[in-house]
T-cell receptor, first 113, second 112 residues
Framework: TQLLEQSPQFLSIQEGENLTVYCNSS?????LQWYRQEPGEGPVLLVT?????EVKKLKRLTFQFGDARKDSSLHITAAQPGDTGLYLC?????????????FGQGTTLQVKP | EAQVTQNPRYLITVTGKKLTVTCSQN?????MSWYRQDPGLGLRQIYY???????DKGDVPEGYKVSRKEKRNFPLILESPSPNQTSLYFC???????????FGSGTRLTVV
């Protein structure tokens, strides 16, 4: 069974601080996606990384896919209160063609002004 | 606006009373899927559909049925709901399996 372990589970920081969220697995994924979910809403896709070692930037957010395609990280620079939310990593099960997403447990981020 | 629409958003029902949660997408996506989200367990796939009339089980299909008679619609059917199906349900779609998904806003179901 493929699992994705996300850490930390909870993070409460002050506005302006930097943070990193990690997503780790012993399994290889064909791609990995990061989502952000706000209370009462569905997850919204932030980025998809496909190639081992790939780095993508989305304004103050930097996403990295591990060389072996087993892990990923999300780094936020100078966090703002608007970044508050639940961040989810999700790996695509590459062993089958089902398109199934394996989700991490999520990281709840609170950015205090 | 490209979107996945679920209805209802909230539903409280009694054990054993059949219900259907509807899902519709306007992006002409071939792939659609249902997930449930539970505290401590995260999001888990219930069923998925590669295309019209093509559906298959995900990780937690017990107690659920789906159908895909048209490309845009993918309803989730609970024939005899039980309290352990109390959860937050999400429908998602994508043009290609494994490529970025668009999720609906969710249906919070409570079975008493």
């Amino acid at each position: 069974t493929q699992l994705l372990e996300q850490s930390p589970q909870f993070l409460s920081i002050q506005e302006g601080e930097n943070l990193t969220v990690y997503c780790n697995s012993s399994s290889v994924f064909s791609s990995l996606q990061w989502y952000r979910q706000e209370p009462g809403e569905g997850p919204v896709l932030l980025v998809t990384v496909v190639t081992g070692g790939e780095v993508k930037k989305l304004k103050r957010l930097t996403f990295q896919f591990g060389d072996a395609r087993k892990d990923s990280s999300l780094h936020i620079t100078a966090a703002q209160p608007g970044d508050t939310g639940l961040y989810l990593c999700a790996g695509v099960d590459g062993s089958s063609n089902t398109g199934k997403l394996i989700f991490g447990q999520g990281t709840t981020l609170q950015v205090k002004p | 606006e490209a979107q996945v629409t679920q209805n209802p958003r909230y539903l409280i029902t009694v054990t054993g009373k059949k219900l259907t949660v509807t899902c519709s997408q306007n992006m002409n996506h071939e792939y659609m899927s249902w997930y449930r989200q539970d505290p401590g367990l995260g999001l888990r796939q219930i069923y998925y559909s590669m295309n019209v009339e093509v559906t298959d089980k995900g990780d937690v299909p017990e107690g659920y049925k789906v159908s895909r008679k048209e490309k845009r619609n993918f309803p989730l059917i609970l024939e005899s709901p039980s309290p352990n199906q109390t959860s937050l349900y999400f429908c998602a779609s994508s043009s290609v399996p494994g490529i970025g998904y668009t999720f609906g806003s969710g249906t919070r179901l409570t079975v008493v």
